[in-house]
């Protein structure tokens, strides 16, 4: 077992042990490493986890919205994703592929759970009991005052209250940057149905966020 | 919503990440000038979108990236094995 962990967090390609050796092989490409984890090399399937983690964890942690959720998500992505190493035709990029993987384990998820509702409207705790949130007066743009002052929390329930559907197409188009064919693959719908589900996210957000600052003003 | 305003709908994400055509982008910009409605909508989702994207910018944590490193280890053992197997089963076949 010593072996094959020494083969998987290889000195070459680990940022924390290897120093200077790093640099040469980060120019290996996705596509090489794919091949060779395809012939059973555990330090290239190593080297590409070691590149998407991060991106991966950020993407389920949004999806899911809980650290339990995106931890599961994330190990079961990786796992699937080896098993299935064989059987991916490299028509996609590696990325696409993953990304495709953990976005259905987070709808996965998602689904199983019970239905919930979020409400912006919710008290806040704080150390003096439960208060509702105050807005303050003369805000020039009452949504920049809003997401300044609570800053993401506000903006999390928002997103939160998503369509899984919606919320995903949100996620991987704007917050991770992918292009509007890179999300359709991944989501595995045309580009039309992308940019029709982003403008009704960009609605709903808007909508939502707006409710909220009405009734908090209805409140004061 | 005025026609003019769906018209720039469809483009209004290259727009916001900044991917769109200089012909589009000067087609949503010359919309925007006269319409307050849409510039708030973009303002806004420009807002949306920056604060998203710095909350829960955190990487994974050590003790997970460590957990899954295991378990993808246990998964090249086992599948090893399982080669290990085939090959002997295969030559037993061939005797």
């Known amino acids: ?220 | 919503m005025r026609r003019a305003c769906k018209a720039i709908l469809g483009s209004l994400s290259d727009y916001l990440e900044g991917e769109a055509s200089e012909q589009v982008c000067n087609k949503i910009e010359e919309h925007l000038k006269g319409c307050k409605m849409c510039q708030m909508h973009v303002d806004n989702m420009r807002l949306i979108i920056t604060m998203y994207k710095r909350w829960r910018d955190v990487d994974i944590p050590r003790a997970l990236s460590l957990r899954i490193e295991q378990v993808i280890a246990n998964e090249i053992g086992r599948l090893s094995r399982d080669r290990k197997a085939g090959s002997r089963r295969a030559r037993r076949r061939k005797k």
């Open chain 1, 1 to 220: 077992m010593q072996t094959l962990k020494q083969d998987l967090h290889s000195a070459s390609t680990c940022a924390d042990c290897s120093g200077g050796v790093m640099v040469a092989t980060q120019k290996v490409s996705d596509e090489a490493l794919v091949k060779r984890a395809k012939r059973g090399d555990g330090s290239a399937f190593g080297e590409l986890m070691r590149r998407y983690q991060n991106k991966i964890y950020r993407l389920a942690r949004r999806m899911t919205q809980t650290d339990e959720d995106a931890e599961d998500v994330v190990q079961e992505a990786f796992v699937k994703a080896f098993r299935s190493l064989r059987g991916f035709r490299e028509k996609s990029r590696f990325s696409t592929w993953l990304y495709r993987i953990t976005v259905n384990l987070a709808l996965m998820k998602l689904r199983k759970r019970k239905p919930e509702v979020v409400s912006l409207d919710e008290p806040i705790s704080t150390e003096e009991g439960k208060m509702h949130r105050e807005l303050e007066d003369e805000a020039t743009n009452p949504l920049e005052r809003l997401l300044e002052r609570e800053s993401a929390e506000v903006l999390d329930a928002a997103v939160e209250a998503l369509p899984p559907a919606y919320r995903a197409v949100f996620i991987l188009r704007h917050v991770e940057g992918l292009s509007t064919e890179e999300t359709a693959r991944i989501l595995g719908i045309s580009v039309a149905a992308v940019k029709s589900r982003l403008h009704r996210t960009r609605l709903m957000l808007q909508q939502k966020l707006f409710h909220y600052l009405r009734s908090q003003t209805k409140r004061r």
